[in-house]
């Protein structure tokens, strides 16, 4: 988690967690992913891919 702390557009804490805090979206400067091996294994999504993969359970709060 270091190594991505040093790369994340922000900090830590304006990050967006999912609810059990088990993922993470960070924001990379464009170009960083490529830049650091250890993101390799993490996909690389835009605005819109990103806004579609957060609209499911893992991430939002039940309506109660």
């Known amino acids: 988690?270091?190594?991505i702390n040093a790369v994340i557009v922000g900090t830590p804490e304006t990050q967006?967690?999912?609810i059990?805090?088990?993922?993470?979206v960070i924001k990379l400067h464009q170009g960083d992913h490529n830049e650091y091996t250890f993101l390799a294994d993490y996909p690389v999504?835009?605005?819109s891919e990103i806004l579609e993969s957060l609209?499911?359970?893992?991430?939002?709060?039940?309506?109660?």
């Open 1 to 3: 988690m270091d190594e």
């Open 16 to 18: 967006r967690y999912s």
């Open 55 to 64: 609209n499911n359970y893992q991430w939002k709060q039940p309506i109660p």
């Open 20 to 24: 059990d805090d088990s993922l993470i």
């Open 45 to 47: 999504q835009g605005h």
